[in-house]
Antibody, heavy 119, light 106 residues
Framework: EVQLVETGGGLIQPGGSLRLSCAAS????????MSWVRQAPGKGLEWVSV???????YYADSVKGRFTISRDNSKNTLYLQMNSLRAEDTAVYYC?????????????WGQGTMVTVSS | DIQMTQSPSSLSASVGDRVTITCQAS??????LNWYQQKPGKAPKLLIY???NLETGVPSRFSGSGSGTDFTFTISSLQPEDIATYYC????????FGQGTKLEIK
């Protein structure tokens, strides 16, 4: 079965760091374009970051310089390292795969992991 | 950055109604637009890709059209299970979502 499972969310103080993980099954992370998308409570979807199969990475302006996307091919897992966290980073974080046959469309999503930044 | 503006932000309709949501891009994005459905507490689900193509397994009452800057998403006959929030998303330059349209049953 093709699926994504996120872990690593929790309560963290402002200025702190957290690493989210996204374990994939049924497909190879390194062969696909993988993104993180977040959703603040009661708000809409916000794209956060992407890592392409070739290794190039891109970030939303709101997280650039603070977040780092990476992957571990041996574990078939995607990561999001989040540093200097702010209250406005509070959200459910989803990992998502771009459909390899349909460029730009997120066809597989995880269930999400909640990150709460608060003192 | 490309901005995506959806309208309306909320919509109330009756079962069987035809429902239309629009999405406008701040610049020409060709047909690089997708539509998603999100139910409360769940991850989004891809419905329409490349502006007008129905994702496998999605009911045919859902459709999309448009190109350039103006796009439309339509439910031909609203069903109770269609209650959700709908989002457009561009991928011409990285990715941007619209702010969402919350659909409710009247």
């Amino acid at each position: 079965e093709v699926q994504l499972v996120e872990t690593g969310g929790g309560l963290i103080q402002p200025g702190g760091s957290l690493r989210l993980s996204c374990a994939a099954s049924g497909f190879t992370v390194s062969s696909n374009y993988m993104s993180w998308v977040r959703q603040a409570p009661g708000k809409g979807l916000e794209w956060v970051s992407v890592i392409y199969s070739g290794g190039s990475t891109y970030y939303a302006d709101s997280v650039k310089g603070r977040f780092t996307i990476s992957r571990d091919n041996s574990k078939n897992t995607l990561y999001l390292q989040m540093n200097s966290l702010r209250a406005e980073d509070t959200a459910v974080y989803y990992c998502a795969r771009e459909d390899p046959s349909v460029y730009g469309a997120f066809d597989i999503w995880g269930q999400g992991t909640m990150v709460t930044v608060s003192s | 950055d490309i901005q995506m503006t959806q309208s309306p932000s909320s919509l109330s309709a009756s079962v069987g109604d035809r429902v239309t949501i629009t999405c406008q891009a701040s610049q020409d994005i060709s047909n690089y637009l997708n539509w998603y459905q999100q139910k409360p507490g769940k991850a989004p689900k891809l419905l329409i890709y490349d502006a007008s193509n129905l994702e496998t397994g999605v009911p045919s009452r859902f459709s999309g059209s448009g190109s350039g800057t103006d796009f439309t998403f339509t439910i031909s006959s609203l069903q109770p299970e269609d209650i959700a929030t709908y989002y457009c998303q561009q991928y011409d330059n990285l990715y941007t979502f619209g702010q969402g349209t919350k659909l409710e049953i009247k």
